[in-house]
């Protein structure tokens, strides 16, 4: 046999893609693929949320009560001021949903409120400290029971599972993609649609003009919001919730076009402005 | 705040280990193409034995291992390889410079012998099993071959 010095100049042993090319288009596809089956799962938590009954409601997420919100509720003056103040404006909702609604303080510094099923909603220290009256607070509890209304609290809950499930899967539940979603979504920040604010906006307009007799104060919350919206055009981009300006001018519009008379307002109870959170 | 930190982190990591692996690569391909040339003229081939021992002047063991290291975009491009399936290119570069490394290496232990018989591959991963789940990962090539000096 003859040895014969040979060299290869082109290597079969190795793939001649671009690994870049190759990285984003992998990324592109997973991502694809993960927002195809999470609009999936959401438009089936959208279709169970609107026919689920309060009773598997409250069986389903029962753990929030007893978990998280009875340990955050403690009975000081805060607490009860606003509890007070739910139990106005719901003795004044045409239908019922549950059979009670809590209001939970939670101290931190986010401007944020949400509702959660089984008919709580948190409130936010931060908020009540930025309000400036008790109809901009009456405000923001009553856009919550419009959420409950509306049951956007269930479609948002479960678009959030299947979040948390889905990423959970695919990158292992410990993993630092999952923590990122976990913190976005902690605070119960639960991305419900132009449409879905808008409604409950109006049913929370509606609730407390009922309740004081006139608009004072209603579009106020969003106008001071809205002032803080310009300043960085990355909050804009993240919020959950539509541009504060055009939720407060529809607001003003309602009042013009439907001749709400403007009233004083009240101002808010002293245990609301400076909240006890120690 | 810190969920962000985290992905500037990944993302940086990412970042650093494209530039600094694509550049490691390049410039040890360039490297190995090299001394490949250099070294043709040394057959290290496959076949176990001289026909007639009476030729053999002196003969002794070669071996050449490398480690080679993944870095952290290998690491990633390859875990999202894992979900479609097909060939890992990623993996497949960093085998062939191991390979072809050890290879090199050893023909120099080599040098002044007339042939390498008997040359034979193994290979191991280090590392995968020893930081935890994600830890970066390297691949061991070993070469090894009898180096024969014939009787002129």
């Not at chain 1, 040895?3 to 997973?30: A, D």
């Not at chain 1, 997420?61 to 509720?73: A, H, Y």
């Not at chain 1, 944020?112 to 901009?136: M, T």
Request: aromatic share 8%; hydrophobic share 40%; proline share 3%.
């Amino acid at each position: 046999m003859k040895y014969t010095p040979k060299h290869f100049e082109e290597n079969v042993n190795v793939e001649k893609t671009s690994p870049l090319r190759e990285f984003f288009l992998l990324l592109f596809g997973v991502i694809g693929a993960l927002i195809v089956l999470y609009m999936a799962l959401g438009m089936v938590a959208g279709f169970v949320a609107a026919r689920l009954p309060v009773s598997t409601e409250e069986r389903l997420f029962g753990f929030f009560d007893e978990k998280f919100l009875i340990s955050e509720k403690k009975p000081n003056a805060s607490q009860i001021e606003l509890q007070k103040l739910l139990d106005r404006l719901t003795a004044l909702t045409p239908q019922k949903r549950y059979e009670e609604y809590n209001a939970i303080l939670i101290c931190g510094d986010e401007v944020n409120a949400a509702a959660l099923p089984g008919g709580n909603i948190i409130i936010y220290e931060g908020l009540l400290k930025q309000a400036e009256s008790e109809n901009e607070i009456a405000l923001v509890l009553a856009h919550e029971l419009g959420h409950f209304s509306n049951r956007d609290h269930l479609r948002g809950l479960g678009r959030i599972l299947a979040l948390f499930a889905l990423s959970a899967v695919v990158t292992g539940s410990s993993s630092s993609v999952t923590e990122y979603l976990g913190s976005m979504t902690v605070g119960a920040e639960m991305r419900f649609s132009q449409k879905q604010e808008y409604a409950a906006d109006d049913y929370g307009f509606e609730l407390v003009s009922k309740l004081y007799g006139g608009s004072a104060g209603t579009s106020d919350f969003f106008d001071r919001a809205s002032s803080k919206d310009s300043k960085n055009p990355l909050v804009l981009f993240f919020r959950t919730h539509p541009a504060s300006k055009k939720r407060a001018d529809r607001i003003k519009k309602r009042i013009t076009d439907e001749k709400i008379p403007q009233i004083e307002k009240t101002p808010a109870p002293a245990a609301l402005k400076n909240p006890d959170c120690k | 705040m810190e969920s962000l930190i985290n992905l500037g982190v990944f993302v940086f990591l990412l970042a650093l280990g494209y530039l600094a692996g694509h550049a490691a690569e390049r410039k040890h391909y360039a490297s190995i193409i090299a001394r490949e040339k250099e070294t043709l003229n040394l057959p290290a081939v496959t076949i176990r034995h001289v026909e007639d021992e009476e030729m053999v002047e002196s003969a002794w063991l070669v071996s050449g291992s490398v480690c080679v290291g993944l870095d952290y975009f290998k690491m990633v491009l390859a875990n999202l390889r894992k979900i479609f399936g097909g060939r890992v290119g990623a993996y497949e570069t960093l085998v062939d410079r191991a390979r072809r490394e050890a290879t090199l290496r050893m023909k120099k232990q080599a040098a002044g012998a007339d042939i390498v018989l008997n040359t034979r591959y193994e290979t191991s991963s280090i590392g995968q099993n020893a930081g935890g789940k994600n830890a970066v990962g390297a691949v061991e090539v070993l070469a090894y071959g009898t180096a024969v000096v014939y009787k002129k």
